[in-house]
């Protein structure tokens, strides 16, 4: 199954120990497209074909997608045979973050 949502971000610094960090918080909207099998995420990762509707990636089975290329992308996946659910695969931030670094 594929998953292709729109997501929001908040990056924000301050301090750690007695190291402190920029204060600059940045907040934007991101369409973002996860993977559930291994075998497809590196496929998709290594498609010259497909790159142009990236802009990055959060992890082994996450993507970035181009908002102005969702729509097209979405149906190249479906001509592959992937289902295209609308729903994130984690239950929350946390579980994103572990997913992807973990």
């Known amino acids: 199954m594929v998953v ?5 971000t908040t ?8 190291q402190t960090l920029s204060t600059t918080t940045a907040l934007a909207s991101e ?6 099998s291994d075998e497809v995420a590196t496929a998709l990762a290594s498609s010259a074909l497909l790159q142009p509707y990236f802009r990055g990636r959060l992890g082994l089975k996450t993507f970035l997608v181009r908002p102005e290329t969702a729509h097209e992308l979405g149906k190249k996946l ?10 994130l695969l984690f239950a929350g931030p946390q579980s994103l973050l572990a997913a992807d670094h973990g």
């Open 31 to 36: 369409l973002i497209l996860q993977i559930l």
């Open 4 to 8: 292709i949502r729109q997501r929001h």
């Open 78 to 87: 479906q001509a592959y045979g992937l289902s295209i659910g609308s729903d």
């Open 11 to 18: 990056l924000c610094g301050g301090v750690l120990g007695t």
